[in-house]
């Protein structure tokens, strides 16, 4: 998986308590990505960024933020999780090789009861 | 903002055969086209990519062609093998930043 970590790798939480997601990568990529899989969706992106401390929203940001102190992490804050946010989550990150080619991590998936 | 379409959502074939996966895109100014392969429990692996300079590219038993004209470009895989099976996406990258806009996925099932 190109030297991304994802933690946890499972969650169960409740309505109303925050979570936050981690993605770890060990390969000095510059941009970092949160993205969401749903049956019939596809993956859809939810956050990115394109350097420390600068990030961006994406298509389904709504009720999610990010933050980057360090190159290699990349968290998704989730502050008061809801039934529609249970997914499964990625984080990609690109940019050494090339600014296209996205790398993905091994997932979260998060189930909000 | 681009869309991505993804036909079929499920293909299956006889090991051996071929499979075409098609994608169109919106956005005239897209340039770059990746296809992941992602499997049961695992993240999306790329697999092969194209960029909008070139008509096709080819790398063992799989082939994708680009057809910037029709807005249109399609995965072949030839000579499946059951380990071939998994959902396939199709993505386009938008004009501006690296934000890569997913196809919904087909599930291919190759029976042996």
């Known amino acids: 998986d190109a030297g991304i970590t994802q933690s946890p790798r499972h969650k169960v939480t409740e309505t109303g308590t925050p979570v936050t997601l981690r993605c770890h990568q060990t390969e000095n990529h510059r941009y970092m990505y949160w993205y969401r899989q749903d049956p019939g969706h596809g993956l859809r992106l939810i956050h990115y960024s394109y350097g420390v401390k600068d990030t961006d929203k994406g298509e389904v940001s709504d009720g999610y933020s990010v933050s980057r102190s360090k190159t290699e992490d990349f968290l998704l804050t989730l502050e008061s999780a809801t039934s529609s946010q249970t997914s499964v989550y990625f984080c990609?990150?690109?940019?050494?090789?090339?600014?296209?080619?996205?790398?993905f991590g091994p997932g979260t998936r998060l189930t909000v009861l | 903002g681009e869309n991505v379409e993804q036909h079929p959502s499920t293909l299956s074939v006889q090991e051996g055969d071929s499979a075409v996966i098609k994608c169109t895109y919106s956005d005239s100014a897209s340039n770059y086209f990746p296809w992941y392969k992602q499997e049961l429990g695992k993240g999306p692996q790329l697999i092969i990519d194209i960029r909008s300079n070139v008509g096709e590219k080819k790398d063992q038993r799989i082939a994708v062609t680009l057809n910037k004209t029709a807005k249109h470009f399609s995965l072949h895989i030839t000579e499946t093998q059951p380990e071939d099976s998994a959902v396939y996406f199709c993505a386009a990258i938008m004009e501006y930043g690296n934000k890569l806009v997913f196809g919904a996925g087909t599930i291919l099932r190759v029976k042996s």
């Open positions: 990609a990150i690109s940019g050494l090789a090339g600014v296209d080619e996205q790398f």
